[in-house]
């Protein structure tokens, strides 16, 4: 019985999120002739969002070259910037919050060198409280936010990427 109970309510729920429009995300459906791409301006191997943005791209069947070879589309980027500005000062003329802003922007050209886009602009902010006396939490809490702006950038790029014809 509590068997056939689970079953019944398992189904239900299933039903339910189908019905809602739920999905997973699934690969990005980038035009073939991305397929073989390589980024100049940013260095792949080591910076974070490079790296995370590597990632993405070989997850979603997309080949990234290190050194650039003839027949491939080229992500040439314009402007890859991290700001942190001052939100907010305590009485005690102290900051209190901070917003984290990144802007990334790029510019795609096909295999055969011409313009796919004209420049696309992705940017992501958060802010956060800021106390002085958990130097060492804010440092942390600051690396975790900048990493998941780094997360939300690459996925705003994936489906910049997709918009391409």
Known sequence: MNR????????????????CGFHLR???NVPESLKTIYIQGLNIRQDSF??????????????????????????T????????????VGSDAKVTEYELETRFSFKVSS???????????????RDYQFDRNQLLAMDEQQT??????NKQMVQNVLRRLSALK
């Open 4 to 19: 056939v109970l689970m079953s019944l309510m398992t189904g239900i729920l299933m039903l339910t999120l189908t019905a």
């Open 26 to 28: 699934g690969e990005a």
């Open 50 to 75: 490079g790296l995370q943005l590597k990632r993405a791209l070989t997850r979603n069947g997309i080949q990234v070259l290190d050194t650039y070879k003839e027949g491939a589309a080229v992500m």
């Open 77 to 88: 980027v314009v402007e890859n910037v991290f700001d942190q500005n001052v939100l907010s």
């Open 111 to 125: 295999p055969s060198g011409e313009p796919m886009s004209d420049v696309i602009t992705v940017q992501a902010r």
């Open 144 to 149: 975790v936010i900048r990493d998941d702006l």
